[in-house]
């Protein structure tokens, strides 16, 4: 490693810490930043700094946007009586891809997870329920993992004492997996043909 530039090091190791990049893919992407002209270095650059100056959170739906709130609470065509909620922000545009649903969302920030530490009071649950006013369908699209059933069961016995319907996805989505991995095709069936809570 001593014969590589420290500057070139660096930017190796910044890429090797982005999920799903080893060292050796790492390597390669700092090498093409290297050969690359200084225009697409500084673009990179600064696409990066963008996201993180310009992007904040939904002060609604805790959805990703450049202006609050965010374009989907402001759609007056959507469907104010359903609420789907996800994990993470990244969740709204997979289920967004399936052009199966005309709700509105929650992000929850995560799942109930008492071995990381995470309790019910680290996640946007106060502010689900601070907006269920009017709402008749809640859709728990959580990740089938071990934590997101725990959080669904959570949710199901804080909302259903209101009349609310809790539903969540359908099977078709499977077990201990996560909805990144899941395509458009089978997730929009999930959402179809989700049952009740
Ligand atoms: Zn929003």
Redesign the pocket.
Known sequence: MDSIPQALQQLIGAFSRLPGIGRKTATRLAFHILKADRTEAEQLARALMRVKTEIRQ??????I?ES???????DPNRDRSMICVVEDAQNILLIERTNEYRG??HVLGGVISPLDGVGPEDLHIKELLERLQGVKEVILALNPSTEGEATAIYLARLIKPMGIKITRLARGVPLGSSLEFVDELTLGKALQSRSEL
């Open positions: 939904c002060s609604i739906c805790f959805n946007t609050d709130p965010c374009a989907i609470c402001r509105l969302y």
